[in-house]
């Protein structure tokens, strides 16, 4: 295959991918503790020697970066400052999320917004919905009036390439990662906004179409010098 056609395909597929992820960014900018996807892209030798073998392995990594913490007053609302995670029951197994705006079930169960079951250190906490207010401190302690309920579980990952989006707006734990011990802080009655900036994103998207628009002349110049070869 020809040099010049192989490295102008990869480049529109590259940045295809980048209008994508950032398009993802700008949807979910909205979304309480939605943290954005970066878009990664190296070259890589391939199978040989030839400039043809050589490839551009691309992925996507998780900005942990902290979002701003924004006063809603509900006590069920909860935000974290600082690295960590929530713990919730999935369909699958274990999911972490950032999103910490949660609820009760008729029987007193704390969930998340989409009814998934929120994790506790130790055994489940079960909450009196005709008890006291609910106060959490910045360990994560529920109590209502002088009893404590529990502590909600939080954890850390160790870097970004440790995790991976789920379908359900949280992450799960990448083969072989590890959780550990979070030291953030658990701010009752707050939401943290997701950590998008949406001006960013946009000159973000204008560059890589303005790339892909590129290439993709790039391709049709190469194709048609071909055509005249051939005829």
Request: aromatic share 6%; net charge negative; hydrophobic share 35%.
């Amino acid at each position: 295959m020809n040099v010049g056609l192989y490295h102008t395909v990869a480049a529109m597929r590259t940045n295809q991918q980048r209008v994508e992820i950032i398009t993802s960014n700008i949807a979910n900018s909205e979304s309480a503790g939605f943290k954005r996807m970066l878009h990664v892209a190296h070259g890589s030798s391939g199978w040989g020697r030839e400039p043809s073998h050589e490839q551009i392995v691309t992925g996507t990594r998780v900005d942990l970066s902290q979002g701003v913490l924004e006063r809603t007053g509900e006590s069920l609302d909860l935000a974290l400052d600082g690295p960590g995670f929530f713990v919730l029951d999935g369909p699958t197994g274990e999911t972490l999320t950032r999103n910490g705006s949660f609820q009760l079930t008729d029987r007193g169960v704390l969930v998340s917004g989409d009814g998934r079951v929120v994790q506790w250190q130790g055994q489940r906490g079960v909450i009196d919905l005709d008890g006291p207010d609910v106060k959490v401190d910045n360990r994560g302690a529920v109590r209502q009036g002088d009893l404590l309920i529990g502590r909600v579980r939080v954890v850390d990952v160790e870097g970004a390439d440790s995790i991976e989006p789920d379908d359900a707006g949280g992450y799960r734990v990448r083969e072989g990662a590890a959780l550990v011990q979070s030291d953030a802080v658990v701010t009752q009655g707050f939401a943290e906004r997701a950590n998008v900036e949406t001006i960013d994103e946009l000159v973000e998207m204008i560059a890589a179409q303005r790339a892909f628009e590129s290439a993709s002349q790039a391709f049709k110049t190469i194709d048609q010098s071909y055509r005249r070869l051939n005829q």
